[in-house]
């Protein structure tokens, strides 16, 4: 606080001002960081470089036809697999930090948060990472082949809107129905279709939903085994008819609380998403990690980086190797 004199007052800056102490302002070196910058789902499913844009592959929906025929007036009729070309367009994500000269120079004279360039830089790449883990679930746009957003057609949408069969990628379990019984019945009709040999290996849940998970099967005395889905990282897993499938929590899958409530009370609305992880690709361009320009300096001598990453998720075959399960608690 400045005074008449044109002095500021010390004593409206310290702590402490007395007979032999002048306490000021001192900081620990360390900022506390808990923030949450990685989901495990993007570090589990497959990375594969773009073919161009949009990256295009096919699709193999059907063996040549086969038919039993008389022993001894053989015949038969000339067939052909059945392929189909899908594309996925290419989208952008960016991110940019500036710093003044003034200020960095300040900060390394003081010499108390020496690492905080360094931090800034690395927390803008982090958030990079972040909000692509996010959109790989929730990106907004609605098609792989007429693109109407910038972000990603997101995995849920992807298998929510994938042409149904019989008996179709999705199921709603009932207000009293069992989840466990109902998350195994619907892996047990995708192991059981014929024409494509699918094999889940995960399933993806808010924490709020994988907890109702955990509680009945404590209700009804039923044993998980533990899985280790990434280094360090162990989730309860639940037996099927292919195997153990573990259930890993992605905080970025939405839960939605009744009206007027807030998620995770009685009456919220969960998904639950059975998926074969490697046949949801993360196709890049150049490189699936972000990277990261340093522009020319601004007049005002600032500094100017920009984190910069290329790419788009695919769900392949979502009408048959992945599953949506929809439940309300």
Known sequence: MATSNGFVDLQASADFLGPGAIEINRYQSEIVDMLRRRLPFGQRIDQAPATGQPSRYFEQL????ANFVPPRTLTSTASQPTRA?????????????????????????????????????????????????????????TSLT????????????????????????????????????????????????????????????NPLGNDLFDKEAKTFQLYYNKVEILPGVIVSGIPTQIGIIPLIT?????????????????????TQFIVTEDM???LWLTNPLPRVFQLGLQANLASQYTVLKFGAVVVKGAPYAHAAMFFTR
């Open 85 to 141: 070309e899908r594309t996925v367009p290419l989208k952008a994500l960016t991110a940019q930090i500036n710093f003044s000269i003034f200020d960095v120079e300040v900060n390394a004279q003081q010499g108390q948060f020496t690492y905080l360039e360094a931090k800034d830089l690395t927390d803008t790449v982090d958030s990079v990472l972040k909000t692509h883990d996010q959109a790989l679930w929730n990106g907004n746009d």
């Open 62 to 65: 059907g063996l040549p036809s």
């Open 280 to 282: 949801i690709s993360y």
């Open 146 to 205: 007429i693109p109407s957003t910038n972000q990603y057609f997101g995995v849920s949408g992807q298998i929510i809107n994938a042409p149904q069969g019989t008996p179709g990628n999705q199921t709603t379990v009932a207000a009293t129905g069992s989840l466990i019984d109902s998350f195994k019945r619907q892996i047990a009709f995708m192991a059981s279709n014929l024409s494509y040999e699918v094999r889940p290996t995960a399933s993806y849940g």
């Open 250 to 270: 992605d905080p970025s899958i939405s839960v939605f609380g009744p009206a007027g409530g807030y998620a995770g009370q009685a009456n919220s609305t969960y």
